[in-house]
């Protein structure tokens, strides 16, 4: 198993910036792709950004020349710098880890751009 616990959430006002930190702990070995979730209320949720071990990355169209993953795979981390973010960005933020069919969570982190 895979434990997941997010940090960094919190509001800022449009055009500010947020970083979002996840650390992985128990069965990390395991782990293939690490990446960042939203949802925001009303819709599903969607994927953001993640990366592989290899450092391969995927972005939503939405976030892309905005937001920056990075990973840390001798730390077990994922952090996800936000900048020019939008009112469209608010959402619960969720850290992803998937290994084959299994995918592990973290609580989530709420992230709020509004004036």
């Known amino acids: 198993q895979v434990q997941l616990v997010e940090s960094g959430g919190g509001l800022v006002q449009p055009g500010g910036s947020l970083r979002l930190s996840c650390a992985a702990s128990g069965s990390t070995a395991s782990i293939n792709v690490m990446g960042w979730y939203r949802q925001a209320p009303g819709k599903q949720r969607e994927l953001v950004a993640d990366?592989?071990?290899?450092?391969?990355?995927t972005y939503a169209v939405a976030v892309k020349g905005r937001f920056t993953i990075s990973r840390d795979n001798a730390q077990n981390t994922v952090s996800l710098q936000m900048n020019s973010l939008k009112a469209e960005d608010t959402a619960v933020y969720y850290c992803?880890?998937?290994?084959?069919?299994?995918?592990?969570w973290g609580q989530g982190t709420q992230v709020t751009v509004s004036s």
């Open positions: 992803n880890a998937k290994h084959s069919i299994t995918n592990y």
């Open positions: 990366m592989d071990t290899r450092g391969y990355t």
